[in-house]
């Protein structure tokens, strides 16, 4: 009992402490509008489908290289944050199923929602993408196929990334990220868009 209430009491001083610094790189940041994304309908000038294909998944990297997703799908286990992606504070690490470690889950911090007061992001899942899809400074040829590997991806094909990218609650707070941070470029709608038309020609991949 007293280790557990030891325990809960790190967990709450980390969380103050990770307040106390957020609130100081928010104040000395300001929150641009995202970036904008290309719709779909300007790439049907693209004759050739696999061209079009690539074309399509090189403007998705927009968002896939973005600080909202990167910050998420870092090479290591522990997260980064913010718009300039510094490692997280407080230490965290990814843990067994990227929900933190023991005594220290994401949800310590983390609600079901942003906490804009304190400017700590929220979700009702905030967790670490799994190590198989971890992005970090990879080129977006690398991610692409690292993408439509099934073994890697959580088994799920081309319908099921879409799926995925439209539905999940953590993918589309990318674009809702709460005060102090920029979203994701675009729309969620917009690069729903976009991957659908990628997924219907092709899925070609970049050159690496």
Partial sequence: MRTALLSAAAGVGLCIAGTALTLAQSASQSQPGGASLRPVGSFSNITNQRDRSVALFNEMGKVLTHPRCMNCHPAADRPRQGDIRKLHEPLVVRGKDGHGAAGLHCSACHGKQNFDPARIPGDGHWALAPASMAWEGKAVAQICEQLKDQNRNGSRDLAALVRHVTTD????????????REPAPGTAAEFGALMQAWADTGAACPAS
Avoid: E, S
Wanted: no cysteine; glycine share 16%; hydrophobic share 50%.
């Fill in 169 to 180: 609650t953590l993918v589309l707070w990318a674009w809702h990220p709460g005060r102090g």
